[in-house]
């Protein structure tokens, strides 16, 4: 049998390009997508030559979330099965969320479900003006349970209260106000856009933000009083730290760091 590339990868200098491959259904996950992006993913946590990872989808849309051809046959085949797909989805998430280099969005067109999902574990996203978005679940008689807890994390209960509920379609606009979006931008400018930002995340210590990413994720939930040895470990740790000897004497020589691309 003949293997799909559901997700293909390109690099230029230390940035990698993630796309998602299947534009004829809009980019939307069947299984071997999810491994494919979970598969590549995972082994930037071994690859020290990428700074930065661009995320987006071929075609005209980014990520229209579960395939819905297949809909039928997912409802039918049981208990196990669906939740073994539920897991492996959220692995996915957990993937992109902890990836441990910036990772941005370049939201090139519309994104439901699952595609959302992806979105709010971007670092940072940037959408194309006229790109629509929704959690379409409910719509479904479905429930947006395994990205819940990133989407959360993005835009807070209060909003996911009403976007869950009613499954609405919104604009890139919407997206912006609610802090699921970062940035939006005519189509035209959306390469320009992303590329000014990764320009951005080469000019920081590559393992600083590796840290800033373990910060919020480590703080998240906690309350102020038990985040102290955690946050203090972390403070301590990067003023004694190499990188931050080469920061500082650069700043103090008037020169670039040796990290700045």
């Given at each position: 049998?003949?293997?799909?590339?559901?997700?293909?990868?390109?690099?230029?200098?230390?940035?990698?390009?993630?796309?998602?491959?299947?534009p004829?259904?809009?980019?939307?996950?069947?299984?071997?997508?999810?491994?494919?992006?979970?598969?590549?993913?995972?082994?930037?946590?071994?690859?020290?030559?990428?700074?930065?990872?661009?995320?987006?989808?071929?075609?005209?849309s980014?990520?229209?979330?579960?395939?819905?051809?297949?809909?039928?046959?997912?409802?039918?085949?049981?208990?196990d099965?669906?939740?073994?797909?539920?897991?492996?989805?959220?692995?996915?998430?957990m993937?992109?969320?902890?990836?441990?280099?910036?990772?941005?969005?370049?939201?090139?067109?519309?994104?439901?479900?699952?595609?959302?999902?992806?979105?709010?574990?971007?670092?940072?996203?940037?959408?194309?003006?006229k790109?629509?978005?929704?959690?379409?679940?409910?719509?479904?008689?479905?429930?947006?349970?395994?990205?819940?807890?990133?989407?959360?994390?993005?835009?807070?209960?209060?909003?996911?209260?009403?976007?869950?509920?009613t499954?609405?379609?919104?604009?890139?606009?919407?997206?912006?106000?609610?802090?699921?979006?970062?940035?939006?931008?005519?189509?035209?400018?959306?390469?320009?856009?992303?590329?000014?930002?990764?320009?951005?995340?080469?000019?920081?210590?590559?393992?600083?933000?590796?840290?800033?990413?373990?910060?919020?994720?480590?703080?998240?939930?906690?309350?102020?009083?038990?985040?102290?040895?955690?946050?203090?470990?972390?403070?301590?740790?990067?003023?004694?730290?190499?990188?931050?000897?080469?920061?500082?004497?650069?700043?103090?020589?008037?020169?670039?760091?040796?990290?700045?691309?």
């Amino acid at each position: 049998m003949e293997t799909m590339n559901y997700v293909v990868s390109s690099q230029d200098g230390p940035v990698l390009q993630v796309v998602l491959n299947r534009p004829e259904v809009h980019n939307a996950f069947n299984r071997q997508l999810v491994n494919q992006l979970t598969d590549a993913f995972r082994k930037l946590k071994r690859r020290k030559d990428v700074r930065a990872v661009i995320l987006t989808g071929s075609g005209r849309s980014f990520c229209a979330g579960a395939d819905l051809t297949a809909i039928e046959k997912v409802a039918n085949r049981g208990f196990d099965r669906n939740l073994t797909d539920g897991q492996a989805i959220f692995d996915l998430m957990m993937a992109v969320d902890s990836c441990p280099v910036p990772v941005v969005g370049k939201i090139n067109g519309p994104a439901f479900g699952g595609g959302m999902g992806l979105m709010s574990c971007c670092d940072i996203a940037i959408a194309e003006r006229k790109a629509v978005f929704g959690f379409s679940e409910v719509r479904l008689g479905l429930v947006p349970a395994v990205i819940s807890p990133f989407v959360l994390a993005k835009i807070g209960e209060s909003r996911a209260r009403e976007l869950f509920l009613t499954g609405e379609r919104f604009s890139a606009n919407y997206a912006l106000s609610i802090g699921l979006l970062h940035h939006v931008v005519d189509q035209a400018d959306l390469d320009e856009k992303v590329d000014e930002i990764v320009a951005q995340l080469l000019k920081s210590g590559p393992s600083a933000q590796n840290d800033i990413k373990r910060l919020i994720a480590g703080i998240r939930g906690k309350s102020k009083a038990d985040t102290r040895g955690f946050t203090t470990d972390i403070f301590a740790r990067r003023w004694n730290h190499e990188e931050s000897s080469e920061g500082i004497r650069a700043f103090l020589e008037k020169r670039d760091p040796s990290w700045r691309i």
